[in-house]
């Protein structure tokens, strides 16, 4: 089991930045990658970033280069640092943990997050 608490968010003008940050507990042992996704209203829940137990990320295209996913000081924490924002941007930030174990591989979400992003 794993829970997730996110933090962050609101609202802010275009162009603006935004950090958001998610602390896992739990059995983060079994974590293979921590990151966010999002959903605007009538689209469907999209990836925005990831990191993978080797550090290695993953950006959707629609945010790379302004968006950067990190850890925290604390191994169970990342953070996603939002810059040059725009009203597309707008939508619930979800936290998600993927984790793994025993073949088993198991999807944990936090309660989300709202970003808005006012032209």
């Known amino acids: 089991q794993v829970q997730l608490v996110e933090s962050g968010g609101g609202l802010v003008q275009s162009g603006g930045s935004l950090r958001l940050s998610c602390s896992a507990s739990?059995?983060?042992?079994?974590?293979?990658?921590m990151g966010w996704y999002r959903e605007a209203p009538g689209k469907r829940r999209e990836q925005v970033a990831i990191?993978?137990?080797?550090?290695?990320?993953n950006y959707g295209d629609s945010v790379r280069g302004r968006f950067t996913i990190s850890r925290g000081n604390a191994q169970n924490t990342v953070n996603l640092q939002m810059n040059s924002l725009k009203p597309e941007d707008t939508a619930v930030y979800y936290c998600?943990?993927?984790?793994?174990?025993?073949?088993?591989?198991?999807?944990?979400w936090g309660q989300g997050t709202q970003v808005t992003v006012s032209s």
């Open positions: 739990g059995d983060i042992d079994n974590i293979y990658s």
């Open positions: 990191i993978i137990t080797d550090d290695s990320t």
């Open positions: 998600n943990a993927d984790y793994r174990t025993r073949g088993r591989i198991k999807d944990y």
